[in-house]
């Protein structure tokens, strides 16, 4: 394919730009990024619906992930061990062209989170959009031209399954990286691992918002509406699963609702809008089969789930009954379901009961318990008395069938890079 040739080319000058160099074009892409905010979260909120005031806020979350990458300390330079050899070193060599897979419901932070230490450690990239974002991948791409980045080196397709499969195949992709749902993680890794690809995959999540009984329940209730509610709810790291203490499981709850319908769908052209409807028809009417599953099998209805348009719900609450099998469901929407907990424990073993593992939260005062849950938790990150937001500066990734392999911080740098060892006398 012309496309990989092109791509394959641009790569191999791009890895031999100095680190720093390529730092510069970063500090671009992030003054890019501000001076075009308005024109990109406009774009955001009419592909995928998203309210602009968070559209706005994800290009400027962008940003700021550029410009963190572009004053990072050159970490990836050769290193060297101590051994009884004259040369022991340890080198960091980009492994190629690599290939995204991005999902619609934060179009340009996750591509960009992805592409931005990619392309730093000296790799070039195809892109491959959601099929609803196509104008925001175009806009990436040119987004990265007019920073100075060489041309071909990040190019957005439009694919078919079959086509990103062929991709999958060829010897120029180095590596995959997809960010979405644990069944498009399975058929990736699956591809990739029979044809010996490296993959890393950021897939579902199930997560806990546990609420100790000497939590600031006040501050607990608002962040957990926020937490459920974000993006419509549409968020791979939105608390889903909300483990409530026996002792204040009232007091909480009276709250928690009481800030829940506040959020009631509206015009997500409006900067006051703080939820609008779900990203596509399809996905409203899946969310709305998994609440009527839920209350099937012996869910209580705190909130019903009203549907006021074919995309768009007033929100809703469940109070779950142990064994209703949507407990081990990503619900992606705005449906949150309740569980209460007798005890530390038992909350800590709700948390836990799940095939996911990507972003928990526990509220409570007491420094050493909040350590011990954290500790004990089986997911990839732990927010303590706030709700999860992924952080440039800390590595993000899942753990169980939320997937692996890390995104941000520095270790980013890492994940498409050989680790070439050089030993010998001189």
Not at 105 to 115: D, K, L, S, T, V
Not at 267 to 287: I, K
Not at 295 to 306: E, F, S, V, Y
Not at 382 to 404: C, E, H, L, T
Request: charged share 20%.
């Amino acid at each position: 394919m012309n496309i990989l040739n092109t791509a394959n080319n641009a790569f191999q000058e791009w890895k031999k730009t100095p680190f720093s160099e390529r730092q510069k074009l970063l500090t671009n892409v992030a003054r890019l990024l501000l001076l075009h905010k308005e024109q990109y979260a406009q774009l955001i909120t009419q592909e995928m619906n998203k309210p602009i005031a968070q559209s706005i806020a994800e290009i400027e979350k962008c940003a700021g992930l550029a410009e963190y990458y572009a004053n990072i300390s050159p970490i990836l330079e050769p290193k060297t061990i101590k051994t009884e050899y004259d040369i022991s070193q340890v080198h960091y060599e980009p492994m190629g062209v690599i290939l995204g897979i991005m999902p619609w419901n934060f179009p340009f932070w996750q591509a960009i989170r992805f592409a931005v230490p990619t392309l730093l450690a000296g790799n070039g990239i195809i892109l491959k959009h959601a099929s609803i974002c196509l104008g925001s991948g175009d806009a990436i791409q040119q987004l990265f031209e007019e920073a100075g980045f060489p041309s071909g080196l990040l190019t957005h397709i439009k694919a078919s399954h079959q086509e990103i499969e062929t991709l999958i195949t060829s010897p120029i992709i180095k590596a995959v990286s997809l960010t979405g749902s644990e069944t498009a993680g399975r058929k990736i890794a699956e591809i990739a691992g029979r044809n010996l690809k490296k993959c890393v995959l950021e897939l579902g999540g199930n997560d806990a918002f546990i609420v100790l009984e000497d939590a600031d329940i006040e501050q607990a209730a608002k962040d957990a509406v926020l937490a459920r509610l974000q993006n419509c709810g549409q968020t791979c790291v939105a608390a889903k699963r909300f483990i409530i203490h026996s002792k204040i499981y009232d007091d909480f709850l009276k709250l928690f609702i009481q800030e829940y319908q506040k959020y009631q769908p509206a015009d997500p052209m409006d900067q006051n809008t703080v939820l609008s409807g779900m990203a596509r028809a399809d996905l409203a009417e899946d969310l709305k089969q998994q609440y009527n599953k839920a209350i099937l099998n012996g869910a209580k209805i705190l909130l019903p789930l009203q549907a006021i348009s074919d995309i768009a719900f007033e929100p809703g609450l469940i109070e779950m009954n142990e064994g209703n099998p949507i407990l081990d469901e990503e619900l992606f929407g705005p449906l949150g379901m309740i569980l209460k907990a007798e005890n530390d424990e038992e909350a800590l073993q709700l948390a836990n009961n799940t095939q996911f593992g990507l972003a928990n939260a526990v509220y409570t005062k007491d420094r050493n318990k909040a350590i011990d849950f954290a500790q004990r938790l089986e997911s990839g990150s732990v927010a303590i008395n706030q709700i999860f937001r992924s952080d440039v500066r800390m590595p993000f990734g899942g753990r169980k069938n939320s997937g692996y392999g890390v995104e941000m911080s520095w270790y980013a740098l890492e994940e498409f890079t050989i680790k070439k060892a050089i030993v010998g006398k001189l």
